[in-house]
Every structure is written in structure tokens, then in C-alpha cells.
């Protein structure tokens, strides 16, 4: 009776009495025959439904894996990448493979790691040298991009980026923080007395709509305006390109003088000792100067004097000659004398 465990060979037997032991031993074996042929019946079933889910997970398992792959390939061949690092890239002066080769000796880049993909599937004619691995080009690298970008926004390839628009495009906000003034003038601007120092400091303090510029017409006549060029006689035993200073030779107190420094940003007119010395001029036509000239180093120096003497540039008829005031300083010099704004504008 354990044997079988359908319920209708009990509901037979309430149905159908039976009267002998061997008559129920026929019946019970029917029943249970019946019964294990439906137990196996269902065990294939369960065996043939498993391997086939089994089969269907194995085939989307290989399937997703192609599909993986083949995107991969697709992204390759394409140089898009999904899950990119940055919204944005910053343009190059250069391909992004020549920015590879002249930084790649450098300890600041960030080498990846072989290609995973299938390599039976890669296009052997191309090449990426920042994999170092065939499958794409190092043009078509999105991987590189990544990187070089992240070396850019680091600051480390400012001579790879191409500069466009302006400084304040380029850079953002470069409003100043702070102001830096200095003013840089001689006795020739302002004077050398006391009440000549606080005169120049009033004028440069007022309101500029209190300053008022009145031009006088010149009784002299007008002077024709000559165009100062230079030919290929003047650059003779010059090597070019060059940043040499402009050194010429002038006429002063009718001495010729050579090695004559032109400096813009001088507010003196100089002239070295050494000069002065042989133009056999009295010292005691020097007159006495207080405003000492400064040095880079901070330091003072105080001219012997100042005195005014005749200046000639030019040959006739293009000639010109002026008063200028030169400073007389005791310091060595490669140069006989510099010619700062003063004497230029007087030309």
C-alpha cells in the first residue's frame, strides 16, 4: 500500500470491494504501473524543458557576447565611445597621433592596456600607437582623446592647444585684482626744485576734464616731414633675425660722437663722463643737479651735473639741430651717450 500513493486506487477500492487477496494484488499492480509510468512521463518532461532553457541561455549568453563584440567593433571603426569622461574637448594645434609622439616620452602619460576584443575580428591594417595594438587607428582613438585631454585640463600641453579669439575667451576672466603704478621721470620733466616737484605732482592730480591743452600757432615756419626708412646698405653685417639695440652715431657740440644708444624709456637724456671728458668742456658750466637716478638694484646715482649742448642728426638737406639737456654720469658704459624721449621729441 505504500507503493502506491494515487488516491483513485483508494477510491476504487470503497467503489469496488474486492473479494480476494490476489484479485487486489492484480489491481494494485495496475495502479502503480500506471502510477510510475506517469512519474517518468513527467520526469522527461522536466529533463527535456531544463536542457532546453540550458540551450536558450547558452545561445543569448553567445549572442549578447557578438552583439558586445560587434558593438565594440562598430565603436572601434567609428571612434565613439558611449561612457565618454568629458562633455567637451579642448581643440589642437596638431593631430591628436603627432601630439602622441612628442609627448609619449614623458612620465605624465597614462598607457592603456592590450585590447580586449577578439583579435581574429580586428583590421590588421590599422594600427593605434597608444594601444600599440593593431584593430584602429591612433587618429580614430577615443581612448587618446580621453587622455589628452585630461593632460590638457592639467596644464600640461599648453604648446599643443590651438589659440583662438581673444585673451579673455581663451582664458575666462582676467579682470585685474590689483593695480601696479609707478612714475618714472627726470628734471627734464618736471624740474629739480621743491616747489617744481609739488607743481608736477598737482597737474598730474586733477580731474582730466580741469587739464587744458592750448596750442599756440608756431611763428616758425613749418618744417617738411621726412619719412625715416632704413635700405639694405643700413643692414649690412647685420644677421638677421636679430633684437640688436639701435645705436647711432650723432654730432653733439659739434664733436662727432659714435655708439649713441636709442632708449624710449628713457626721461633723460645721458651723457657718460668718459664722453664728456674729451669734448674739453669747463666743468663749471655744469649746473648742479639733486634728483638722483635710480637703479634696477635700487640704488642712487648722482649726476655731476646737467648742461645743455647742441645736438645735430642728419646731413643737409636733411638736417636738424636742437638744445639738449644732458645729464653728465660717472659710470662705466659701452655707450657714449643714451638719447631718451626728451631729445627724440625735439627732433
Known amino acids: 500500500m505504500q507503493g502506491v500513493r494515487d488516491k483513485s486506487f483508494l477510491a476504487s477500492l470503497d467503489k469496488n470491494p474486492l473479494e480476494t487477496l490476489a484479485k487486489f494484488m492484480t489491481r494494485s499492480d495496475k495502479y502503480a504501473n500506471a502510477e510510475e509510468t506517469k512519474n517518468l512521463?513527467?520526469?522527461?518532461?522536466?529533463?527535456?524543458?531544463?536542457?532546453?532553457?540550458?540551450?536558450?541561455?547558452?545561445?543569448?549568453?553567445?549572442?549578447?557576447?557578438?552583439?558586445?563584440?560587434?558593438?565594440?567593433?562598430?565603436?572601434?571603426?567609428?571612434?565613439?565611445?558611449?561612457?565618454?569622461?568629458?562633455?567637451?574637448?579642448?581643440?589642437?594645434?596638431?593631430?591628436?597621433?603627432?601630439?602622441?609622439?612628442?609627448?609619449?616620452?614623458?612620465?605624465?602619460?597614462?598607457?592603456?592596456?592590450?585590447?580586449?576584443?577578439?583579435?581574429?575580428?580586428?583590421?590588421?591594417?590599422?594600427?593605434?600607437?597608444?594601444?600599440?595594438?593593431?584593430?584602429?587607428?591612433?587618429?580614430?582613438?577615443?581612448?587618446?582623446?580621453?587622455?589628452?585631454?585630461?593632460?590638457?585640463?592639467?596644464?600640461?600641453?599648453?604648446?599643443?592647444?590651438?589659440?583662438?579669439?581673444?585673451v579673455e575667451e581663451r582664458s575666462g576672466d582676467n579682470r585685474p585684482t590689483e593695480e601696479i603704478r609707478t612714475i618714472v621721470d627726470g628734471p627734464r620733466g618736471r624740474g629739480d626744485s621743491n616747489n617744481a616737484w609739488k607743481s608736477h605732482v598737482k597737474s598730474i592730480s586733477r580731474p582730466e576734464s580741469e587739464i587744458l591743452i592750448i596750442a599756440r600757432p608756431s611763428k616758425e615756419k613749418k618744417k617738411e616731414k621726412y619719412c625715416i626708412s632704413f635700405t639694405d646698405e643700413d643692414a649690412r653685417r647685420i644677421h638677421h633675425p636679430h633684437d640688436d639695440a639701435l645705436v647711432i652715431t650723432l654730432t653733439i657740440a659739434n664733436r662727432r660722437v659714435f655708439h649713441?644708444?636709442?632708449?624710449?624709456?628713457?626721461?633723460?637724456?645721458?651723457?657718460?663722463?668718459?664722453?664728456?671728458?674729451?669734448?674739453?668742456?669747463?666743468?663749471?658750466?655744469?649746473?648742479?643737479?639733486?634728483?638722483?637716478?635710480?637703479?634696477?638694484?635700487?640704488g642712487q646715482i648722482l649726476p655731476e651735473g646737467i648742461i645743455s649742448l647742441s645736438l645735430t642728426a642728419g646731413?643737409?638737406?636733411?638736417?636738424?639741430?636742437?638744445?639738449?639737456?644732458?645729464?653728465?654720469i660717472d659710470q662705466s658704459s659701452v655707450y657714449n651717450a643714451i638719447l631718451g624721449r626728451p631729445s627724440l621729441s625735439l627732433l
Open 260 to 298: 649713441i644708444i636709442i632708449d624710449t624709456g628713457s626721461s633723460t637724456d645721458v651723457l657718460f663722463t668718459h664722453a664728456f671728458n674729451k669734448m674739453s668742456i669747463e666743468r663749471s658750466t655744469l649746473r648742479p643737479v639733486r634728483t638722483p637716478l635710480i637703479r634696477f638694484s635700487g
Open 41 to 166: 512521463r513527467e520526469a522527461a518532461q522536466n529533463v527535456k524543458i531544463s536542457v532546453k532553457e540550458s540551450t536558450k541561455k547558452e545561445v543569448d549568453s553567445a549572442g549578447g557576447k557578438k552583439r558586445k563584440e560587434d558593438r565594440t567593433r562598430d565603436e572601434r571603426k567609428s571612434g565613439k565611445r558611449p561612457d565618454r569622461r568629458f562633455s567637451t574637448y579642448t581643440s589642437l594645434n596638431k593631430p591628436q597621433e603627432q601630439v602622441l609622439m612628442e609627448i609619449k616620452s614623458e612620465g605624465f602619460v597614462s598607457w592603456p592596456n592590450k585590447l580586449r576584443s577578439n583579435p581574429n575580428r580586428w583590421n590588421n591594417d590599422k594600427y593605434c600607437h597608444y594601444h600599440r595594438d593593431h584593430g584602429h587607428s591612433t587618429s580614430d582613438c577615443y581612448h587618446l582623446q580621453e587622455e589628452i585631454e585630461r593632460l590638457t585640463r592639467e596644464g600640461r600641453l599648453r604648446e599643443h592647444v590651438e589659440r583662438t579669439g581673444t
Open 315 to 328: 646731413s643737409p638737406p636733411q638736417q636738424a639741430t636742437v638744445m639738449v639737456d644732458f645729464l653728465i
